[in-house]
């Protein structure tokens, strides 16, 4: 069973920011995509930012130029730089890692962290 520990959320001024770190039981090089997702309260769930084998990323409009999505090999762990924090940014943050195989696409949730962005 692969275990994801996430960390580095809080409270944080406008203009301030955040480290998020998705740390994994598993290599990160067995996944095929790993990616960071929030939820504000009465909203879906939304993609933030992801990054497949390889290194390609990909960015939602809202954050593109702010936040980047980054992973530590040697320690597992997947990284989301979050700079200029606005309170719109105010959400429950998840890390989601998938593997992609024959039988389809297996896909694990970290259990969140709250990042709130306010003066």
């Known amino acids: 069973q692969v275990q994801l520990v996430e960390s580095g959320g809080g409270l944080v001024q406008p203009g301030g920011s955040l480290r998020l770190s998705c740390a994994t039981s598993?290599?990160?090089?067995?996944?095929?995509?790993m990616g960071w997702y929030r939820q504000a309260p009465g909203k879906q769930r939304e993609l933030v930012a992801t990054i497949i084998r390889g290194g390609s990323t990909n960015y939602a409009d809202s954050v593109k130029g702010r936040f980047t999505i980054s992973t530590d090999n040697a320690k597992n762990t997947v990284i989301l730089q979050m700079n200029s924090l606005k309170p719109e940014d105010t959400a429950v943050y998840y890390c989601k890692l998938e593997v992609f195989g024959m039988m389809g696409t297996k896909a694990y949730w970290g259990q969140g962290t709250q990042v709130t962005v306010s003066s």
């Open positions: 598993r290599s990160i090089g067995s996944f095929n995509s």
